[in-house]
Structure formats: C-alpha cells, structure tokens
C-alpha cells in the first residue's frame, strides 16, 4: 500500500512563494505518475499539475502554468510543487496524487493514492 504525505503548506502574501513536498513510501515512486490537486472552501477538487512517470513530461492547469512548477526527485521518492507569485484564488487544501496509470493526469480518476492534504492560505 503507498502512503503519500504532503508537508510545505502554511500562510503565505500575496505574491510570495511556498514549495509543497510529497514523500511517498510502500511502493516503487518512479512507476507512478504523480500529481497535485486542490480544493477551496465550497468548491470541487481541481487539477493543479501532474509530472508523468517516464520522462518527467509536466502539465499544468491554466491558472498556475505561469507561476507554478511541479518536479520529482526518485532517489528521495518525492514529488515538489513549486508554487511562485501566489494569489489569494490559491488558498485551498492541496493534495498530491499517484497512480500507475496516469496518462496525461488532469483527472483524478488517474489515481490509486492520494495524501492527506496541506493547507496553503494566501492573505491579500
């Protein structure tokens, strides 16, 4: 069983910046395709970006192509969410996500695991 947990959330200001970490364990990290989601108060679960498990290939949702990176590193089995000049549209929950069958990573249909959640909050 793979157990994801997230960590690097916190407050943050406007056009500041956090790295979001997710360490994985129970499983072999460079078969799977991992991603980060995020859910605000009253609303769906999104797609944030997704890094694929061959090759490393990246895709981002629209709103955070520009500001935000996601990266993995397979020696440490962990996936980082970079995230730079933060909005106040940012705060939500954010949740990484891993599965063997990620294609492209938008869905999270795509996932077996997913994490228990880090906070990020953006004050104006």
């Known amino acids: 069983q793979v157990q994801l947990v997230e960590s690097g959330g916190g407050m943050v200001q406007t056009g500041g910046s956090l790295r979001l970490s997710c360490v994985a364990s129970?499983?072999?990290?460079?078969?799977?395709?991992m991603g980060w989601f995020r859910q605000a108060p009253g609303k769906e679960r999104e797609f944030v970006a997704s890094?694929?498990?061959?090759?490393?290939?990246?895709y981002a949702a629209d709103s955070v192509e520009a500001r935000f990176t996601i990266s993995r590193d397979n020696a440490k089995n962990t996936v980082y969410l970079q995230m730079n000049s933060l909005k106040p549209e940012d705060t939500a929950v954010y949740y990484c996500?891993?599965?063997?069958?990620?294609?492209?990573?938008?869905?999270?249909?795509?996932?077996?695991?997913w994490g228990q959640g880090t906070q990020v909050t953006v004050s104006s």
């Open positions: 890094i694929r498990r061959l090759f490393g290939n990246t």
């Open positions: 996500a891993g599965g063997l069958r990620v294609s492209i990573g938008r869905q999270d249909n795509e996932y077996d695991y």
């Open positions: 129970g499983g072999t990290f460079s078969n799977y395709g």
